[in-house]
């Protein structure tokens, strides 16, 4: 089945990815390509949206990619930059605006009758993000609405479907946004919401029984979200060609190797377990740099990958579970031939020699969708809200050098923070939460003796993508009781603290 798709041309706004949410929580299908990427089926997108940018039309670097063969024959949405670019090529006038318009301003105009603002009303919150203003509409151009400060604020071409607005209906603080997305691709341009969760699954399986045929597929578990998704989908298309691998690093928390493994075996994945933790115990003797702790980890998980995977016996393929931001190629702010890809490998790149090729089922997806896709195939709660844990697992919690003895330590205090988090129901309110063993011993007083013990920090942050995170203002009363548990149940730790940094300026790991 082919999807009804939108194209979003990226002009290289920071909010563009912003408008592909919007457009899948639609349920409709879109994709991100550059403005001057513009691809060769474009006669396959029902309409098309040119985002914002941090360039200006009048600036000396214009971004001004050849519109002419979708222009007037595709419906479409120019969002900021893109209503400017429409209007300084096309016989109107941009200029510097003379006012800061940055933020909130509500509509103080709106053109009666305009499918385009069916259900939403004059005074609508709208959020602006622009320098350059629009000082007259370009031919034929039809005024729509406008806001205090800013009279070009939404505008049609006569005899067209296009459509151009200064604000940004893609920021929540646009409390219409979504609204006005869906009048333009749902009303106007007719674009039909066929992409659900279950679609996906539907599609993404008889796609992977094709691509894959007979195939066996080897793929790297790593307990999380995105790996699982990917290995049921994966399971669905070729059942026990798949090959899955859990690897022990011994640096997981308490319980989890074994846990997670039942868990798998329970969806019925063809799935290996392989206890490698003395291996990369062994290797990280020694180290206290955390760069070489994680180089050390990524070899030795290579390595260990590369033994299991030629075990199986003529594998052809490495499944991986990147997902969409991974792979979005994004323009430079610039604009220019610089457009960087983002790549992302989660096995950390396999040696050429195993000349595998790579099948990655959910690039298409945002991590919200993954879960959702999951969510329809009925995958339980439990993975799919699992908090994000890093590849290197404790290592990079256990601040300096590495011994068996502190990974026990912190393998404890830990359990005891999660189950309580998860005891309190707070666990699914924190995006991640866990515990960092101090390399500092401090003195405290134990029945009648004094003790000079270990000291670890417990964070819990709440994050949309980890880029940036605030501390979690867990209750008094959940720190008193973990805190007393803690001291009292873990042989070592006599001190315990609780993180209130946010990122950035500091990090979430503390390594
Ligand atoms: P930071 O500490 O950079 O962490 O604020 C952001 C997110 O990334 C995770 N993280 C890692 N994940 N390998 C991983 O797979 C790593 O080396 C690594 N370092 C940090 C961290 O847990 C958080 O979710």
Redesign the pocket.
Known sequence: MQHNKVLILDFGSQYTQLIARRVRELNIYCEIHPFNKIPSDSDSFKAVILSGSPNSVRGEEVLHPDLSNIRGKKPMLAVCYGAQYLAHFSGGKVAESNTREYGRANLSFIKAGEDFFTGISKGSQVWMSHSDTIKQLPTNGVLLASTHDVENAAFKIENETTYAIQFHPEVYHSTDGKQLLENFLVHIAQVEQDWTPDSFVEETVEALKVQLGNDKVVLGLSGGVDSSVAAILLHKAIGKNLYCIFVNNGLLRKNEYVSVLEQYEGMGLNVKGVDASARFLDALEGISDPEQK?KAIGRVFIEVFDDEANEIEDVKWLAQGTIYPDVIESVSATGGPSATIKSHHNVGGLPDYMKLKIVEPLKALFKDEVRRVGASMGMDKTILGRH?????GLA?RILGDLTREKVRILQEVDAVFIDNLKSWNLYDKVW?AGAMLLPVNSVGVMGDERTYEKCVALRAVESTD??T?DWVNLPYEFLQKTSNEIINKVKGVNRVVYDISS?PPA???WE
């Open positions: 994680r994000p844990f890093p590849g290197p990079i991640q980890g880029m995170a990122k990090t979430i790991e």
